[in-house]
């Protein structure tokens, strides 16, 4: 049994900052790339940052030099600073891992339950 859980998220003003957290939980070997998601109300979920195991990192345009993806191996965490916050960015924030729970296992995907950012104007 894997779990990732979201924590972090909730209400801010426009030009604010929120981190997100992500930590991961249960029969883990290794996890490799991890990245955080959104879904906006009536939209579909949209890619916001990608982080390798060696901590390389991706950035959608819409939030690069906003925000930082971060993770500590050690914890099975993940991070996301989000700064200078826009109501564009209010949504369901999910964490997705890719990991194995052995060492002859197979890659497996795995999604938190999301947590809830809103930012007002």
């Known amino acids: 049994q894997v779990q990732l859980v979201e924590s972090g998220g909730g209400l801010v003003q426009a030009g604010g900052s929120l981190r997100l957290s992500c930590a991961a939980s249960?029969?883990?070997?290794?996890?490799?790339?991890m990245g955080w998601y959104r879904q906006a109300p009536g939209k579909q979920r949209e890619l916001v940052a990608t982080i390798t195991r060696g901590s390389s990192t991706y950035y959608s345009d819409s939030v690069k030099g906003r925000f930082t993806i971060s993770r500590d191996n050690a914890k099975n965490t993940m991070y996301l600073q989000m700064n200078i916050l826009k109501p564009e960015d209010t949504g369901v924030y999910y964490c997705n891992a890719i990991l194995t729970r052995a060492t002859t296992d197979a890659l497996r995907n795995y999604w938190g339950q999301g947590t809830q950012v809103t930012v007002s104007p």
């Open positions: 249960g029969s883990i070997f290794s996890i490799n790339d």
